[in-house]
């Protein structure tokens, strides 16, 4: 096994605690105490999934799971001694993947590691086997190089922001319920509110204003297309 872990924790006893039970499963763990620390491991060298401290010095984990999710869908586990709902929707809707309390147990973190690092492996961009093209209007997707063009011009995009698109594409102008998106983007497993959809509908109408993924009131969303049209 040679995945690797970043550790975000500034206490020095879990962060012990963590590095044990991971290195134990064979995975090389990066630990870091600040946010600050993570982000340029981030740029130089990126962990294959991070688990990450809330409250943090300088930066804290709220930040850097947002400036994470700008670009890249890796796996963020958060450790966390807010207990709250808001604090626990707040960081599944910035793109944290699953959230435990503190104090937890380590089996459990192991546990949700190993499923995640899993689920992973499998969406990973160079994992995915190569098909055709989906045009959809004025957007094309390029299922074997997971990229997305649209008015012929390429869009960054993320895995769970690809995925979304092809789910839409796929099925053009049918209206998906936000439940059913939340299942088949973050998988039946998933700990979240369906709020995650929204955030990555935000994003994408963000980075393309034209593009005509429609809120279906009381529903969810379609990608409407007119025939005829390009």
Not at 65 to 90: F, G, M
Request: proline residues 4%; negative net charge; contains cysteine.
């Amino acid at each position: 096994m040679d995945q690797t872990i970043g550790l975000v924790e500034d206490d020095a006893n879990i962060s012990d605690i963590v590095i044990g039970y991971l290195s134990k499963e064979g995975y090389k763990v990066n630990a870091m105490e600040t946010a600050e620390a993570a982000w340029e491991l981030f740029e130089q060298d990126p962990p294959d999934l991070w688990v990450l401290d809330l409250m943090l010095p300088g930066m804290d984990g709220y930040e850097f799971c947002k400036k994470v999710r700008q670009t890249s869908e890796v796996p963020i586990v958060i450790i966390s001694a807010k207990d709250e709902e808001l604090d626990k929707i707040l960081g599944l809707e910035l793109g944290g993947d699953d959230y435990l309390t503190k104090p937890f147990s380590p089996r459990e973190l192991v546990a949700r590691v190993k499923r995640h690092l899993k689920r992973w492996e499998v969406m990973k961009p160079e994992n995915t086997p190569p098909s055709d093209h989906i045009k959809a209007g004025r957007l094309t997707l390029n299922i074997a190089e997971r990229s997305a063009y649209f008015r012929e011009r390429e869009v960054e995009v993320t895995t769970k922001e690809f995925e979304l698109l092809r789910i839409l594409a796929e099925q053009d102008n049918r209206a998906f319920s936000r439940e059913e998106l939340l299942v088949q983007v973050w998988g039946d497993d998933y700990f979240g509110s369906d709020r995650a959809v929204d955030d990555l509908v935000k994003r994408l109408r963000k980075k393309m204003h034209d593009l005509p993924l429609e809120t279906v009131w009381g529903h969810g969303y379609r990608l409407r297309v007119n025939r005829g049209k390009s």
